[in-house]
């Protein structure tokens, strides 16, 4: 089953995320700089962590060099 989220990525010292399946919008708060991709690998990582799928099912179909992304959930 996949599932197609829109995230918005804020920067914060502090790291969390917040999902509202109603909606299908993530919010993740990261403290990695968006420099050679280390900020879309944070993001892939806290969301595999949190729906317990491998990174690899994570794939990041829109928005590589945006806040705004569009998410796939393998």
Same mark, same amino acid.
């Given at each position: ?29 990261? #403290?990695?700089?968006? *420099?050679? @991709?280390?900020?879309? %690998?944070?993001?892939?990582?806290? /969301? !595999? ?7 690899? #099912?994570?794939?990041? *179909?829109? @928005?590589?060099?945006? %806040?705004?992304?569009?998410?796939? /959930? !393998?």
């Amino acid at each position: 089953m996949t599932k197609v989220f829109q995230v918005k990525v804020k920067f914060s010292p502090l790291e969390q995320i917040m999902v509202d399946e109603c909606t299908k919008e993530i919010s993740v708060s990261i #403290n990695e700089l968006p *420099i050679k @991709g280390r900020a879309n %690998r944070a993001v892939i990582k806290m /969301i !595999s962590g949190y729906f317990h799928v491998k990174p690899t #099912n994570v794939k990041i *179909i829109r @928005g590589l060099s945006s %806040r705004t992304k569009v998410v796939e /959930i !393998s």
